[in-house]
C-alpha cells in the first residue's frame, strides 16, 4: 500500500488524531496529507496557492473530506473537483459526522464514490477505517494517472 497518498481533508484535530491512529492501527502506512480546511484541499490537488510547488500531476489514491470544514465547505469542494478534468474521476470517500439525508444526497449527486458517517466508539472507526483501506487503497482500481484525461 505504500506510495498511495491520501489527503485528509478535517479540521477537527481530535478526528485528524483518531482518523491517523486508526490507520496507524490497521497498517495502513500511507503517507497521508492533512489539510484544515477546503480551500487548502484545492490548493494541494491543483499545485496551488501554498502548494504552489508541488507536482499536481501526482494525484492521491484517495481523498477523505469531512463536509463541515472551513473556507470552502466539504460540497462546494467536491463540486469543484467534479468540474475540473485533473480530478474529475479522483475517489473521494465523504468520511463526516453528519447523517443528514441532504448531505448524503447531495454528496452522491455531487459524485462522491462512497458516504460514510464517522461512528463515534473508536472500535467501530478503526474497523471502518481497515474496511476503507481495504476496499480503496488495496482492491480498488482507480483511474490513471489521478483521473486525468
Known amino acids: 500500500m505504500n506510495g498511495k497518498i491520501i489527503l485528509l481533508v478535517e479540521d477537527s484535530p481530535d478526528d485528524v488524531l483518531l482518523t491517523l491512529r486508526a490507520l496507524k492501527k490497521n497498517n495502513i502506512l500511507n503517507e497521508v496529507v492533512v489539510v484544515n480546511d477546503?480551500?487548502?484541499?484545492?490548493?494541494?490537488?491543483?499545485?496551488?496557492?501554498?502548494?504552489?510547488?508541488?507536482?499536481?500531476?501526482?494525484?492521491?489514491?484517495?481523498?477523505?473530506?469531512d463536509?463541515?470544514?472551513p473556507k470552502v465547505e466539504g460540497l462546494e469542494g467536491l463540486r469543484r473537483l467534479r468540474k475540473d478534468s485533473r480530478t474529475k474521476l479522483l475517489p473521494v470517500v465523504v468520511l463526516?459526522?453528519?447523517?443528514?439525508?441532504?448531505?448524503?444526497?447531495?454528496?452522491y449527486q455531487l459524485g462522491a464514490n462512497s458516504y460514510i458517517r464517522k461512528p463515534v466508539d473508536f472500535a467501530q472507526f478503526t474497523e471502518a477505517v481497515q474496511q476503507l483501506g481495504l476496499y480503496w487503497l488495496v482492491l480498488n482500481q482507480g483511474p490513471p494517472y489521478g483521473g486525468r484525461y
Open 96 to 107: 463526516t459526522s453528519s447523517d443528514e439525508e441532504q448531505d448524503i444526497v447531495s454528496s
Open 67 to 69: 463536509l463541515q470544514v
Open 38 to 65: 477546503g480551500a487548502l484541499a484545492l490548493d494541494y490537488l491543483f499545485g496551488t496557492g501554498e502548494y504552489a510547488d508541488r507536482d499536481a500531476r501526482v494525484m492521491p489514491q484517495l481523498v477523505l473530506l
